[in-house]
């Protein structure tokens, strides 16, 4: 029954396509209710068709209002978040995952390497060589790698 802030009404309203009435309002009769109690049957009707004109232009609000949400979380969070840009020639270290046959337990290294970014392709993806030139077959993630500093 509130109105919540990333679509700007109440999930019922989008759902049912009209605002919940609630059982105080049946018992001890709101102003909505005893004016639709008070129309005749012509004046009814000719309200609910007006009524389902315009659900069309409240969602269409609704969807403007979830997409102005939407591109302000967006904002926000570039925000916070630091592009990393690796090139040619740069030295990384390269992740150690639990699930990878290098890792040897908690107590262990995280890190590994020094490798070099020999290609740098399209979607943050890395080709990393050793350091005796030896080229890896599969690309990695830049995810999985941080600058090497020496």
């Excluded at 509130?2 to 679509?7: E, G």
């Excluded at 605002?19 to 000719?46: M, T």
């Excluded at 020094?114 to 005796?132: F, I, P, Q, R, T």
């Amino acid at each position: 029954m509130t109105v919540r802030t990333s679509i700007g009404a109440t999930p019922y309203l989008l759902v049912y396509r009209t605002e919940a009435v609630i059982p105080a309002e049946v018992e001890i009769l709101s102003l909505r209710i005893i004016q639709e109690a008070e129309l005749s049957n012509a004046e009814w009707v000719r309200k609910r068709i007006k009524q389902l004109t315009l659900i069309h232009e409240k969602r269409m609000v609704e969807v403007c209002h979830g997409q102005l949400y939407r591109q302000r979380m967006i904002r926000a969070l570039h925000k916070s978040v630091r592009t990393r840009i690796f090139e040619v020639g740069q030295l990384v270290l390269k992740h150690i995952f639990p699930h990878q046959d290098e890792y040897k337990g908690k107590f262990a290294p995280n890190w590994q390497g020094s490798y070099m970014v020999l290609k740098v392709l399209s979607g943050d993806a890395l080709v990393l060589s050793e350091m005796d030139d030896i080229e890896w077959t599969k690309p990695i993630n830049s995810d999985a790698v941080r600058r090497y500093y020496i």
